[in-house]
């Protein structure tokens, strides 16, 4: 599944994105007046190969959960059990994710690819309301600062997971993938990944997560180096990253994206899980970038680098740091609009304007 869907991607649609352009040009506004908002509708027809593109709705998140063993290095003050608990909450509607969610009209889909503890009992719920895929590959990761935290056939996996649910969601109607995650823990293999694919020292990868102590910190960026220098990942080898230095919700985030680029559909990506992932997801594809939309700006600063990296520019920057899928649904209506004034706005021959 994963070679053949890495065989799918393909590079945007020139002709699309020069129609786009041309278009753009005959719209009543100024040349360029719509900022970043032009080059992405421009990026989304060549996604879609057709001119304007599809408007990107509905929107569907897809939160992927595990935890990790390096959790034992105490990078961490929160309790492993909380992803478990932070599971139950979404499914009850009752994270920042679901009210995010509900204001931009998005399904919420969690995915259990790695929770080490006993999730609480499914709620009797709404079925237009929150679902759970019960899909976890193992429970937990393993200590990567003692051994890999995967086994490369468990890497490839949970990639596979995120591919399959991305199929699912576009089979099912989505016009945009949202990643989400949740792990306690998980900030430490995202920094891992993103010093790995990108070269960066890991004092620079590394953040602060849930707002940990001066002394849990200096802790966390020891971790991430000791991981790198017992592992030495090779980033030409993704499937060796994420098995040696990943997480079980990266590894599914990666396919993900993966899943959406080989659909042709956009995925916008959340924070510094998200881009750690996306870093993956371009190593084995560099083509599925095309479908990637960066939502915002992590307050991670390893976020920033993968970023840089990655080539891509963040629609907002509000200081976020929680994850779920929260700035990329923030970031959702800036997508939207983006399209939408293809499709909407009168070109000056239309509309009786005269140009300058």
């Given at each position: 599944?994963?070679e053949s869907t890495v065989a799918a991607i393909?590079?945007?649609?020139?002709?699309?994105?020069?129609?786009?352009?041309?278009?753009?040009g005959?719209?009543t506004?100024?040349a360029?007046?719509?900022?970043?908002?032009?080059?992405l509708?421009?990026?989304?027809?060549?996604?879609a190969?057709?001119?304007?593109?599809?408007l990107?709705?509905?929107?569907?998140?897809?939160?992927f959960a595990g935890?990790?063993?390096v959790?034992a290095?105490g990078v961490t003050?929160?309790p492993?059990e909380v992803?478990?608990?932070?599971?139950g909450n979404?499914l009850?509607?009752?994270a920042?994710v679901?009210?995010?969610a509900r204001?931009?009209?998005?399904?919420?889909?969690v995915?259990?690819?790695?929770v080490a503890t006993?999730?609480?009992?499914?709620?009797a719920a709404?079925p237009a309301?929150p679902r759970?895929?019960?899909?976890?590959?193992?429970?937990g990761t393993r200590d990567l600062t003692?051994?890999?935290?995967l086994?490369?056939?468990?890497?490839r996996?949970?990639?596979e997971?995120?591919?399959r649910?991305?199929?699912?969601l576009?089979?099912?109607?989505a016009g945009?993938l949202?990643?989400g995650d949740?792990?306690i823990?998980?900030t430490t293999p995202?920094a891992a990944?993103?010093?790995?694919?990108?070269?960066?020292?890991p004092a620079?990868?590394?953040?602060?997560?849930t707002?940990?102590d001066?002394?849990?910190?200096?802790?966390?960026?020891?971790?991430?180096?000791a991981?790198l220098?017992?592992?030495?990942?090779d980033?030409?080898d993704?499937?060796?990253v994420?098995?040696?230095v990943g997480?079980?919700e990266?590894?599914?985030?990666a396919?993900?994206?993966?899943?959406?680029?080989?659909?042709?559909?956009?995925v916008?990506?959340?924070?510094?899980i998200a881009?750690?992932?996306a870093l993956?997801?371009?190593?084995?594809a560099?083509?599925a970038?095309?479908a990637?939309v960066?939502g915002?700006?992590?307050?991670?600063?390893?976020a920033?680098a993968?970023?840089?990296h990655l080539g891509?520019?963040?629609?907002i920057?509000l200081?976020l740091?929680?994850?779920?899928?929260t700035g990329?649904?923030?970031?959702?209506?800036?997508v939207?609009?983006?399209?939408?004034?293809?499709?909407?706005v009168?070109?000056?021959?239309?509309?009786?304007?005269?140009e300058k």
């Amino acid at each position: 599944m994963l070679e053949s869907t890495v065989a799918a991607i393909r590079p945007l649609d020139e002709a699309a994105m020069a129609a786009a352009r041309e278009l753009h040009g005959r719209l009543t506004k100024p040349a360029g007046s719509l900022g970043a908002l032009e080059p992405l509708s421009v990026r989304l027809a060549g996604l879609a190969g057709t001119c304007p593109p599809p408007l990107p709705e509905p929107a569907a998140v897809a939160i992927f959960a595990g935890d990790h063993g390096v959790h034992a290095q105490g990078v961490t003050p929160w309790p492993q059990e909380v992803t478990a608990q932070m599971i139950g909450n979404f499914l009850a509607g009752g994270a920042v994710v679901n009210a995010f969610a509900r204001q931009a009209g998005a399904s919420v889909t969690v995915v259990d690819v790695g929770v080490a503890t006993p999730l609480p009992a499914d709620p009797a719920a709404d079925p237009a309301g929150p679902r759970l895929v019960a899909a976890n590959v193992r429970p937990g990761t393993r200590d990567l600062t003692v051994t890999a935290a995967l086994t490369r056939d468990e890497a490839r996996a949970a990639v596979e997971v995120g591919i399959r649910v991305a199929g699912e969601l576009v089979d099912a109607g989505a016009g945009i993938l949202l990643t989400g995650d949740m792990g306690i823990g998980n900030t430490t293999p995202a920094a891992a990944l993103i010093a790995a694919f990108t070269g960066v020292d890991p004092a620079a990868a590394t953040g602060r997560g849930t707002g940990v102590d001066d002394e849990t910190y200096a802790r966390k960026v020891g971790v991430v180096r000791a991981a790198l220098d017992r592992h030495a990942p090779d980033p030409a080898d993704p499937l060796g990253v994420l098995a040696t230095v990943g997480g079980l919700e990266h590894a599914a985030l990666a396919g993900l994206i993966l899943g959406a680029a080989a659909r042709r559909v956009p995925v916008l990506l959340d924070g510094v899980i998200a881009v750690s992932a996306a870093l993956a997801a371009a190593a084995f594809a560099p083509d599925a970038v095309g479908a990637m939309v960066a939502g915002h700006r992590s307050a991670e600063p390893g976020a920033t680098a993968a970023l840089r990296h990655l080539g891509l520019d963040p629609l907002i920057d509000l200081g976020l740091r929680l994850g779920e899928g929260t700035g990329a649904l923030l970031a959702l209506p800036v997508v939207t609009g983006a399209v939408r004034v293809l499709h909407e706005v009168a070109t000056f021959d239309s509309a009786g304007v005269a140009e300058k």
